[in-house]
């Protein structure tokens, strides 16, 4: 689903974010992407969603190399994407309905759908019945939760997270992660970016774990001795 | 995506634009008055021109000209004269005067009769009066045909029987340049207006445009709903051009009136045409969405998502 061959990031501003980084997400996998606050999980994100391009290396995500792709077929490829973060980018003036419709609404889909589709990702997140709240309304953990339900309304094949729980007190942070597992469960491959361990070795997933813009450890099973070299 | 579907999403964007500007009534409005002055300037000017036009039509499609010929010139020699004057595709009549006739009238209508008695021979030449077809009364296009008659060898004098009316026309023809100008100018106001307003409206939306195209939304898309923006600022403001336009017909009627009635004319000042409204609405419309387009295509691309 996912690789990235000896990719290098340099900003504008001369630092390098990511150097020589290399590894496979597959179809499915639920994988927390670990490390420091600047050690380059917000950057391989930022790669995937095509925010940003890569300096070096090639990053293919859904059969696509992102170098390769022209500029007016980025929407189409941000929409096989969902995507969560750690302040939701709610619209504040745009009930819960709107905000949750906006991937199907950009992808044209019929009133109808949207109508029904926007109800079961609401109802997954377990908000049926707060479509016409403002997101202010809410509290910090529904407000994540409709953040979710925007990054799956239109069934994306992979959903990538940027420190979903930051601000999420440990029960709301296990909750939210209960349920990307629960969309791994239906095929969906998710990527986690966080920094809360406690959760990451909860859930006992594949970890990535990046320090200085460098690959640290990418053990496919247990994670507990990198996580503890890294710390 | 299916016809019906885009239809929709087009409807959708129109009537999310329309709930926007109501949302802030007095910034609309302000925005309306001044894209509705701009245009009502140049539509007013517009009234002016077909106006006098109407007002003076009668006078200006009877300009003829005089033609006297030399007194030498047989009367045979000014029929020909006249047939050939006839040819030209610009003269609707052609009208022969001879010195007999013209001594004749002169006897009668002067009051001189006594005195002109005392002539041994008449003194008038044969004279043609030439009147201009309708289209070729411009004041261009009578001195044109004055030039024409004035080079023929018979011709002594070429008189122009109405010359303020040629002024008049020639006046009438700078208006129109002005209101071509004026057009230009007031339409360049326009689109700077509501270019100005639609990148005032993209700042204030920044953070929903960089989500929508987070999720994937392209720049069709985003920009749909600022191009409906500006089509009803500038709709809206045509509308308001209209009305204003209304008002000032209605209060310059009756004045109007009375001052054609000293000149004793029954002359009623016009309104705008069927035709006229249609192309000031069609103006706003074509206005706001270039103004929009222009203005969009500036700001929108640079506006990237940041994670």
């Given amino acids: ?231 | 995506m299916s016809l019906g579907v885009s239809g929709g999403r087009h409807l959708q964007a129109l009537f999310g634009s329309l709930g926007r500007l109501a949302r802030a009534p007095f910034a609309t409005f302000l925005t309306l008055l001044v894209i509705a002055l701009a245009l009502a300037l140049p539509a007013a000017l517009k009234l002016f021109v077909t106006n006098a036009q109407a007002a003076t039509g009668n006078f200006a499609s009877a300009v003829d000209l005089s033609v006297y010929l030399k007194t030498e010139v047989p009367l045979a020699k000014a029929q020909q004269l006249t047939q050939a004057a006839q040819q030209r595709p610009d003269v609707a009549s052609v009208t022969l005067i001879p010195a007999d006739k013209g001594l004749e009238d002169f006897r009668t209508y002067s009051g001189f009769g006594d005195a002109l008695a005392a002539l041994k021979e008449n003194p008038l030449p044969h004279v043609l009066h030439v009147r201009p077809k309708a289209q070729a009364s411009s004041a261009a296009a009578l001195e044109a045909l004055r030039n024409y008659f004035t080079a023929w060898p018979e011709v002594d004098l070429v008189q122009v029987d109405s010359e303020w009316v040629m002024r008049f026309n020639a006046i009438l023809e700078v208006l129109q340049r002005v209101l071509v100008i004026a057009v230009v100018l007031f339409g360049i106001g326009v689109l700077a207006v509501i270019g100005n307003t639609i990148r005032l409206e993209i700042q204030g939306r920044r953070a929903e445009i960089e989500v929508t195209k987070l999720v994937g939304g392209s720049n069709a898309f985003v920009r749909r709903p600022f191009l409906y923006t500006g089509m009803l600022y500038g709709l809206g403001g045509a509308l308001l051009a209209w009305g204003i336009l209304a008002m000032i017909v209605l209060l310059l009627r009756d004045s109007v009136a009375t001052l054609a009635r000293l000149y004793g004319s029954r002359y009623m000042l016009e309104g705008l045409a069927l035709t006229d409204v249609g192309a000031l609405l069609g103006a706003g419309v074509v206005l706001g969405w270039l103004g929009a387009w222009i203005s969009a295509a500036r700001h929108l691309q640079r506006i990237e998502p940041r994670a």
């Fill in chain 1, 1 to 231: 689903m996912i690789s990235f061959d000896r990719v290098s990031k340099r900003y504008a501003n001369g630092r390098e974010a990511l150097s020589n980084v290399s590894f496979n997400i597959h179809t499915g996998e639920m994988v927390f992407l670990t490390g420091r606050s600047g050690a380059g999980k917000s950057t391989v994100l930022k790669l995937i969603a095509l925010l940003e391009r890569p300096t070096r290396g090639a990053v293919v995500v859904n059969t696509k190399n992102t170098q390769a792709l022209r500029a007016r077929h980025i929407p189409a490829f941000r929409r096989g994407i969902g995507v969560v973060f750690q302040d939701h980018k709610l619209l504040a003036d745009r009930p819960v309905f709107d905000n949750v419709a906006l991937p199907l609404a950009v992808a044209g889909a019929p009133l109808k759908e949207i109508d029904k589709r926007v109800r079961a990702a609401l109802d997954q997140v377990g908000l049926l019945g707060k479509e016409r709240l403002l997101p202010q309304e809410l509290s910090v953990g529904e407000q994540q939760r409709v953040g979710i339900a925007r990054a799956v309304v239109s069934k994306p094949p992979l959903l990538i997270a940027d420190e979903p729980t930051g601000n999420l007190d440990p029960d709301l942070s296990l909750e939210v992660m209960r349920l990307f597992r629960r969309f791994q469960d239906v095929g969906v491959t998710v990527i986690v970016a966080t920094h809360d361990m406690h959760i990451v070795r909860e859930f006992g997933e594949r970890v990535i774990t990046l320090e200085n813009g460098m690959l640290q450890g990418d053990p496919p099973v247990d994670p507990l001795p990198s996580l503890v070299a890294t710390r």
